[in-house]
């Protein structure tokens, strides 16, 4: 609701998070409705068990698939470091899974701050 401030929401979160956040709001939602449903939907994308599986399936163009489709979904709301942190994890697939396995696991952990910070600001502005 109205009550919340930006500067609430991301207190105390990593500066990447806040400018994050900024850059949310600043999309210019017609209402707090529309920003709550895209909050959501990046928060539901499933993104470790389909990245697990390819890893353990040793496929790389899975791999490719799942870093372009998180790309896609963060970039749209500028996610800028997960996105380019997902680009190197999709141009490394294309080679070799070996390649690409060192750059998993920091897609999964800025992936993970995401969906905190998101989570909380879902909670901050859901409240009447």
Do not use: M, Y
Not at 27 to 51: K, N, T, Y
Not at 69 to 96: D, M, P, T, Y
């Amino acid at each position: 609701g109205d009550a919340v401030s930006a500067a609430d929401v991301w207190r105390g979160v990593p500066v990447e998070v806040a400018d994050l956040g900024a850059a949310i709001i600043g999309l210019g939602f017609d209402s707090d409705e529309e920003l709550l449903a895209l909050i959501r939907c990046v928060r539901r994308l499933s993104v470790r068990e389909p990245i697990a599986a390819a890893l353990e399936a040793g496929d790389a163009d899975a791999l490719r698939r799942e870093a372009h489709r998180l790309k896609g979904n963060v970039s749209w709301i500028h996610a800028h470091a997960l996105s380019a942190a997902c680009s190197k994890l999709e141009e490394a697939s294309r080679s070799c899974i070996d390649e690409a396995r060192p750059l998993v696991q920091p897609v999964l952990d800025q992936f993970e701050t995401l969906v905190a910070a998101l989570g909380r600001a879902e909670l901050a502005w859901s409240q009447p």
